[in-house]
């Protein structure tokens, strides 16, 4: 027999033998409990291991058997008409050419056409196969695969799913087959919290009570019937004039399913709705599929060519849980390295404590590694225990404080916690706009003590930068020349760098426009004055006033350290004058506010009887603003008369 898989041409090593066995006892061991009704693992860890062992040992006698069996369910069990086979796959470029030499071989001394200058080439979904069948073109039937040669008969979930018409355009017997698939943004919009779009359309579809089935979607690629058509084109243009769904499809060369095939790899994939696991590859015209038959119950005229894998099983080999900038943990469980999607993957997310004890996940166990939707890579589900269950930390792994429980979440609450404090010095370093500070250096200073909150960013001397490891004077000059270049730092920008829970930027500068223009007057307000601003309300005002309160002994140490936030009542050319800026400007609205602040003058949000200045893009606008500013006796100015009008009085545009 000819199979057209890499196959091994030495005895394998023992290590690798040894896998072998392992996993065709174990998907043996599979089937039976699913067979049995009890299936151990998903489909998704099913398949994995399946592929696994297809990449080791591809002939092995365990595979040849076509799917996953039927589990025993109450669905009624129904037998296809024409068997449904699944397809050989290739996984690079040079199995498909070796896969399409072969066919040209075998056809051209049958007497046919080489296939390669006439392929057909569709993209492979990645959901549960189905067949439809129609009578007099009326929606009859719907059969899922099952085991190629019996499924369960699931026909009212299906007229349920989009993309199944239910009545033809013609009076039509015929039976089409199909992916129900979950199209990830009705993922998002009716499944919240699901990972994994193949595994809830399985489940979804076959729900008794058929619930969920309304977001499923089925896409047609072939027809089992004996319809007047010569080539696979032809079939999924028959498809589309009767009203079916279908994949994208394109025909062409050997050359042009290739340059297909990398441009999916690299950039369409990614932007879909729905997930696919390759692209179907048929010799386009039947004819030749007929010449070229079937090998163990696969067409020989038609290969899956699959991308490097999104989800693969390895072993847990440690798990941590790393505390983050804001206190929240996060475990991550370290993998025996495996490939996915391209890149090698150690570390997956576990996102949570609360997922870590839905997983029941601990070293040593088995898991399905997955990647998909370019997401970070995470531990999608335990297919084997294999060790202890791990028990989450009571304590901080990096200050040793006593962890709180919030929700799903772990945190830690201490603020003098190495983690919290390199927080919050990035946060300094990040609002003001200091750059060549890297994550590294941050984490070195604050291991070294040498800085615990932002004033000390000030303190530091060139030498205790340079003798870090790895750095050195020039780098300590530059850091430290970056840091004392965005002096002096404007209220707004002082107050967000704080990094004060709920006090972004845009609340900075609408408490400033609401005339707390100075720390002082800030630090003196109560909960009660915050909440009476407009959009602001109690709970924000609460965490401003008990965030500032908090840092207040921070807050007099940087102005001791003579880092002043510069407040509209200094000097600067534009100081007294305020502006509002409307529509939209060939500059950011931010980079415009941050020129009037640190120049003195006042960004307002709206138009008051206090505005002096509204920057509209026209200057000529009838907008609902520029009639208000008319009113109140608002100058108005287009962009060319704003900067004009700054550049006069002495501030400098670049
Ligand atoms: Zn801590």
Not at 408 to 425: D, H, M, T
Not at 550 to 569: F, N, S, Y
Request: hydrophobic share 40%; net charge neutral.
């Amino acid at each position: 027999m000819t199979h057209l898989h890499h196959g091994w041409d030495k005895q394998p090593d023992p290590a690798v033998r040894a896998r072998i066995d392992e996993l065709a006892e174990r998907i043996e061991r599979y089937r039976a409990s699913y067979y049995a009704g009890k299936p151990d693992i998903s489909d998704a860890a099913y398949d994995a291991l399946e592929d696994e062992l297809r990449d080791l040992d591809p002939t092995h006698p365990v595979l040849a058997r076509v799917g996953t069996p039927v589990a025993v369910t109450e669905w009624e069990k129904a037998r296809h008409e024409i068997p449904m086979g699944s397809l050989n796959k290739v996984v690079n470029e040079a199995e498909l050419e070796a896969w399409a030499a072969r066919c040209d071989e075998l056809v051209v001394k049958e007497g046919g056409k080489a296939i390669s200058d006439d392929l057909f080439v569709a993209e492979k979904l990645d959901g549960i196969s189905i067949e439809v069948i129609y009578r007099d073109g009326k929606y009859a039937d719907a059969i899922t695969r099952g085991d190629g040669i019996m499924g369960e008969r699931i026909s009212p979930n299906v007229a349920r799913m989009r993309g199944v018409p239910q009545k033809l355009k013609e009076k039509l017997t015929l039976s089409v087959r199909g992916e129900i698939i979950l199209k990830l943004s009705d993922m998002k919009k009716s499944f919240p919290g699901v990972a994994n779009p193949r595994n809830a359309a399985a489940g979804t579809s076959k729900r008794f009570d058929g619930q969920g089935c309304e977001h499923l979607t089925v896409l047609f690629y072939d027809l089992a019937d004996h319809l007047d058509v010569t080539t696979e084109e032809q079939k999924i243009t028959f498809l589309r004039k009767q009203g079916f769904g279908t994949p994208w499809t394109a025909k062409g060369t050997l050359k042009d399913v290739l340059g297909i095939y990398r441009k999916y790899a690299s950039e369409i994939r990614a932007g879909l709705d729905y997930e696919i696991d390759g692209l179907v590859v048929r010799a386009n015209s039947t004819a030749a599929q007929t010449l070229l038959g079937e090998v163990n119950r696969r067409p020989r005229g038609a290969t899956a060519f699959k991308f490097a894998s999104q989800a693969k099983v390895s072993k847990v080999v440690e798990i941590l849980w790393d505390t983050g900038p804001s206190g929240r943990v996060t475990p991550v469980a370290i993998v025996e390295p495996v490939e996915l999607a391209g890149a090698t993957v150690q570390r997956a997310s576990l996102h949570n404590v609360g997922n870590v004890r839905a997983l029941g996940i601990g070293v040593g166990d088995e898991v399905l590694v997955s990647r998909r939707n370019d997401v970070i890579p995470y531990v999608e589900e335990v297919v084997e225990k294999g060790g202890k269950t791990e028990q989450p930390p009571t304590r901080c792994r990096r200050c040793s404080a006593e962890l709180v429980t919030s929700g799903e979440y772990l945190l830690c609450r201490n603020q003098a916690c190495p983690a919290l404090v390199e927080g919050r010095i990035h946060n300094w370093i990040d609002a003001i706009g200091a750059l060549e500070w890297g994550d590294k250096l941050i984490e070195q200073l604050v291991e070294a003590k040498l800085v615990k909150e932002p004033g000390d960013l000030y303190k530091l001397k060139p030498k205790q930068i340079a003798d870090l490891e790895r750095r050195g004077d020039k780098i300590a000059k530059k850091v430290l020349d970056e840091l004392t270049s965005r002096l002096p730092l404007t209220l707004p920008v002082f107050l967000a760098a704080l990094g004060i829970e709920g006090f972004a930027i845009q609340t900075a500068r609408l408490l400033v426009a609401s005339g707390y223009t100075t720390i002082e007057k800030l630090l003196a307000a109560t909960e009660q004055e915050l909440a009476g601003i407009s959009g602001l309300g109690p709970i924000k005002a609460g965490m401003i006033v008990r965030g500032l309160q908090g840092r207040k002994a921070e807050i007099e140490r940087l102005i001791a350290q003579g880092i002043v936030p510069v407040t509209q009542e200094q000097e600067g050319p534009l100081a007294g004058m305020s502006f509002c800026f409307t529509g939209a400007l060939s500059r950011p609205r931010g980079e415009m506010t941050n020129l009037v602040e640190a120049n003195g003058g006042r960004v307002l949000s709206g138009v008051t009887k206090e505005l002096n200045y509204l920057v509209s893009a026209e200057a000529d606008s009838t907008s609902s603003k520029a009639q208000k500013a008319k009113k109140y006796g608002t100058v108005l100015l287009d962009e060319a008369g704003f900067f004009k009008l700054i550049q006069d009085k002495g501030v400098t545009v670049s």
